[in-house]
């Protein structure tokens, strides 16, 4: 076996009560594989069962925070491509159920490439600081997708015709746009400084005020997550599994433009 399929996909190291999640698979941009979503959602279950962590920091390596799904995976599934596209579409809500009702604060510190489901990872951390190098877009209409299980997390954070714009359109915005949307925090010049200055603010928060606070800005998209995975999860699988998602994954592998393009 190669160092890359030996070494993890995401790092978790505990200082100074704060737990730091690392997603670190640049060789695929940190897609959401289905052993990336194991390992981070072993940090998270980690960090939640240490009593000695206070919040959890979410950052990357690369120039790509997370890529969105695997689509290599996606597209050589070995099983009906339905039944595939339902098997991580249940994994991903659970991740992205997890990140919103751990009772403790997720930091999120990005500094590179957002897309598609990675979005989604953002959407769901409490807060979000931004560096220069930070781009994201909405790119799964352009596959013959959409952002089925991810809205749970990104629509709560933007407003209509900003949901609009960006989950049609699929183009890329940068973090001044992504701060003025809501969908991250803070576009900072020095992500990695602003983190640290929040995550200093938060060690000031006890642990119990820290978990009820959360909860309270975290319980209409849990309640969303409860009167909609269902639905949304069906779309998503019943999406993966046409003829016209095929071609746009195919298409995107291959680096062409897919058939329907102008």
């Not at 160092?3 to 999640?21: F, K, L, Q, S």
């Not at 690392?22 to 959401?32: M, Q, W």
């Not at 997720?106 to 957002?114: A, C, E, P, Q, T």
Request: aromatic share 4%; hydrophobic share 45%; with cysteine.
């Amino acid at each position: 076996m190669t160092a890359t399929e030996t070494a993890p996909y995401v790092r978790y190291d505990v200082a100074a009560g704060i737990a730091t999640i690392t997603l670190d698979s640049p060789h695929n941009r940190n897609a959401i594989s289905s052993r990336l979503v194991k390992e981070l959602l072993a940090g998270l279950a980690a960090a939640r069962d240490d009593a000695d962590v206070r919040a959890v920091e979410l950052t990357h390596t690369g120039n790509t925070f997370c890529a969105g799904a695997d689509l290599s995976e996606a597209s050589t599934a070995a099983t009906d491509p339905a039944t595939a596209a339902s098997e991580r579409t249940s994994s991903m809500i659970g991740l992205l159920r997890a990140i919103v009702e751990l009772p403790k604060p997720v930091v999120g510190r990005i500094d590179g490439h957002v897309r598609a489901g990675g979005m989604g990872l953002v959407g769901a951390c409490d807060i979000v600081v931004a560096g220069p190098a930070s781009t994201f877009a909405l790119t799964e209409a352009r596959l013959g997708l959409a952002a089925s299980i991810i809205s749970l997390t990104v629509l709560p954070r933007l407003s209509s015709r900003a949901s609009s714009r960006y989950f049609l359109t699929g183009e890329k915005f940068g973090p001044e746009e992504a701060e003025k949307l809501g969908l991250i925090t803070i576009a900072a010049d020095n992500a990695e400084f602003t983190v640290a200055t929040i995550l200093g603010e938060l060690r000031k928060s006890s642990p119990q005020g820290l978990a009820e606070s959360k909860a309270l800005t975290t319980a209409a998209v849990l309640a969303d997550f409860d009167s909609s995975a269902d639905r949304l999860a069906a779309q998503s699988a019943r999406l993966f599994g046409t003829a016209e998602a095929m071609e746009g994954m195919t298409a995107f592998l291959q680096r062409r433009q897919p058939s329907w393009a102008q």
